[in-house]
Structure formats: C-alpha cells, structure tokens
C-alpha cells in the first residue's frame, strides 16, 4: 500500500481545480481592480499568456493557479467571490490548513450561498442565479455594457438567461451610458 501524504495532489485533482477558477478570473480580475497586465507581472506570466488563459485559448499551469488562488483569497474584496463560486473548494483549503479545517469566516459568512437550496437547482438554475448575480453586480457598480459582456465571457451568455428580470436589468444596463 503506498502512502499518500496530505500535500500530495493528484494531476487530475488539480486539473479539477484549475478547472473550478479559470471561467471566474475575468470577474474576479474585474472585482478586484486590476489590469491584466498588472495581474500578469505579480503572478509571473506574460499578458499575452494571462489573456488567453481568461479567454479560454490556454491552460493555466498548477503553480499559476496557486500564485492567483493566493491573490484572489487573500484579497478582502475578490474572497467572498471566489469563496461562492467555488473555486476555492474547502477540500483544498483542508490541506493547507495544519488544523485540516478551513477559516471559520468562510463556514459563517453571511455572503456564502446557501447549500442545500443552490444544491438542488439543475444546471440551468445554477446557471440563471449566476447571470442574475452578475446582472445585478454590474448594476449596482455601475458598469458599463461591455463591462457586462466581459465579465459574462461574451453576449450568448448574457442572451441565455430564460428569466425575465434578467433580462430587464439587462435592458436597463444597455440604457444606461456609464
């Protein structure tokens, strides 16, 4: 039997890691601030090689996903985002964690989506909660439509949504010349 140390991560775990990030670094980029090209010289990597990892053209490598993971969890602003869309999983947290238990702010932030009601939404729910939430971000931030459209990674997905209030808030975003 070979033994596993708890620092020890599958290729195939951290390939499901970088998987849970990527679709969120535009947003999360956004929320907090900061340029690609800034984001691209704190974590070590070309704005050509961060620009495509954001629009789907290039993988991020596993200590890329560390270094953003870092700025992301690190910074008070962009946390309770990455904390609900998931792309912080406490498994992973677990392990870095000497204690085995993640920060007792997570488990109790009032910001944190409730898991039983978004645990039996089917995809299409899971999906129109997250437009909506974006919609109203965007809103409530005042952002412009382009804003909007990079932050949903492109018009299909912001025109996906089947649900009326999303659509209207939208509506009112493409009014609004910010």
Not at 134 to 147: K, T
């Amino acid at each position: 039997m070979r033994y596993v140390s708890r620092w020890e991560i599958s290729n195939k775990d951290k390939k499901n890691y970088i998987e849970l990030l990527t679709p969120h670094l535009t947003v999360l980029r956004a929320k907090a601030g900061i340029s690609q090209d800034e984001l691209s010289k704190l974590i070590g990597v070309s704005r050509q090689t961060y620009g495509a990892v954001e629009r789907g053209l290039s993988e991020l490598s596993w200590n890329t996903y560390l270094a953003l993971l870092l700025f992301f969890y690190e910074n008070s602003i962009t946390r309770p985002l990455l904390r609900q869309c998931g792309a912080c999983p406490d498994e992973l947290i677990r392990r870095f964690n000497p204690d085995g238990v993640p920060d007792a702010d997570q488990a109790s932030s009032p910001d944190a989506p409730d898991a039983a009601l978004f645990g039996g939404l089917d995809e299409q729910g899971k999906r129109t909660i997250h437009n909506m939430a974006m919609v109203e971000y965007a809103r409530a931030n005042s952002m412009s439509l382009e804003a909007v459209v990079k932050a949903f990674e492109g018009m299909d997905a912001v025109n996906s949504s089947s649900n009326p209030a999303a659509d209207s808030a939208l509506a009112a975003i493409k009014k609004k010349k910010v």
